[in-house]
Structures are given as C-alpha cells and as structure tokens.
C-alpha cells in the first residue's frame, strides 16, 4: 500500500494529556487517519509494554519506542538495539556509589537496580508504575534502553561513556539511555529504508528534547505549544497544547484531516 503521508507522534506531552492518557477527540483523529490514506506511526521513549492501551485505542499497528532502540512496523519487529551487559554494569556500579538508580527496559518489562526516592519521583512524573527491583536483571534478559535515575551526576556517566552511549535528559530525575548512534530520527531512517517508505511525505509532533533529532528529520516538523524552545525552534509549524486538542489543530493546519 501507498501511503499519502507518514506521521509520527511523540506521546508524552504531545499525543497524550496531562494524565499520560488519550483524550477521546485525539483517539478518533488518530484512527481517522489511515481512512485517509495516513499512516499513523508512534515515536516514543516509552517502552512497547506501556503503551498497549494506547495501541489499542488509536489501532496503530507501527511504533519506534524506547528513542529508536525498538521499532515494528505494522505488527512485525524489525530492529531492535542491545546495549552491552558489561556497560550496563559498569554504570549500575557508578549509579551504586552515588546513590542514584539504574533501569533497565526491553520490549516486555523494565526493572530497577534499587528502589529510592529518585525512583519514585520518576516514576510518578510520568503517572507510570513502579519497576520491580532486580539489579541483575540485565545479565539474564536483553536490554534496549536504560534509565540513568539521577539528579546532579550527569556527568559521572556523559564523559566516561558518551563514545558508546546516548543520554536524553528525560525528567529532572532520570536521563534515557541508548546505544550511541540511536535517537528517533535513526529509527525513523530505519523504518522507512526497511519497509521501502522513501518518498512519503513526513511529519512529526513533538515537544522535548528527544524530539528534537526527529523533528529536524522530517519534511513537516511540529512543535507542540507546550513544546520546549528548541522543539519550537525547529518547527515548521506551532500548533497549541497538548492539553487543548494540539494534535487535532495540527493534523488540520496540514490538511490531514478534515
């Protein structure tokens, strides 16, 4: 099938509301969209397993989550990234010595090396569970995205391990993690050379700061109104909040929607 747009959506703080949950009027114009001839495609840090309601509700069948490190097209997983269990314990020791926390995140669950108070900030931020603890989860389970739970030691891990890994500050408690090279612009590269895409006009709704590799990617860049400077910075258009049907003005404004 030949799509007449590709579209690309961000879910906190852009497809979702403010209690991370999907606003009825935004369910309906996301399942409009591929009635017509839109491809609907989910772009996220959150993992495959949160976001099946989400799935469900829109009845999109293609994501790029965990920042590009997991990626299914229509149903069928074609890419995922495994970050080195050596790494991942060399960053659980330093998380260890400075009271901070690591994650771990793969397509079916997530975990935490301990349980603190940054934990539970995190986690509350994003109105998301809490993980169960398992600090040696990564030695017997594959690993696509980390959470660096921290606070002020940013670079205790950038300087050592920038050359092999990427850090998007994603809260002030918690910066994601994936192997060096990845971002949702490169799942987005790869989702459309491996589905033979090219050509498809692009869009993309985003808001903070791991949007932005995205967002200077695609053909038509769009910043949500409670976006952060540089989203809006790099957006063709500004469409309003997240929280005052933002995505359905910006769907309109490019004539995706009636």
Do not use: W
Not at 102 to 121: E, M, P, W
Not at 197 to 219: K, R, S
């Amino acid at each position: 099938m030949t799509y007449r747009a590709l579209v690309f959506f961000d879910l906190d703080g852009t497809l979702m509301n403010a209690q991370s949950r999907l606003d009825p009027e935004v369910q309906q114009a996301v399942r409009q969209l591929k009635q017509n001839n839109v491809l609907p495609i989910i772009c996220t840090g959150r993992s495959p397993h949160e976001i099946q309601e989400i799935l469900a509700q829109t009845q999109i069948k293609s994501y790029i989550t965990l920042n590009g490190a997991f990626i299914v097209y229509e149903g069928t997983t074609i890419y995922h990234g495994d970050i080195d269990p050596d790494l991942i314990g060399k960053l659980k020791a330093i998380t260890a010595g400075h009271g901070d926390a690591l994650a771990y995140y793969n397509d079916q669950t997530y975990r935490a090396s301990t349980f603190n108070d940054l934990v539970k900030a995190q986690y509350d931020t994003f109105n998301t569970p809490y993980p169960k603890v398992d600090p040696d989860y990564y030695l017997t389970h594959p690993v696509y995205m980390l959470l660096v739970i921290t606070v002020n030691n940013d670079k205790r891990y950038i300087y050592p391990y920038g050359d092999q890994l990427t850090f998007y500050r994603n809260s002030p408690y918690a910066m994601d993690t994936i192997r060096h090279g990845e971002s949702k612009q490169a799942g987005i590269k790869t989702l459309i050379a491996k589905m033979g895409l090219d050509g498809i006009p692009t869009y993309a709704f985003g808001d903070g700061t791991n949007d932005l590799p995205m967002l200077e990617y695609v053909d038509h860049a769009i910043a949500m109104g409670n976006g952060i400077t540089a989203a809006k910075d790099r957006a063709e258009y500004i469409t309003s909040k997240n929280t005052e049907n933002g995505i359905i003005q910006g769907l309109q404004h490019f004539n995706l929607l009636p």
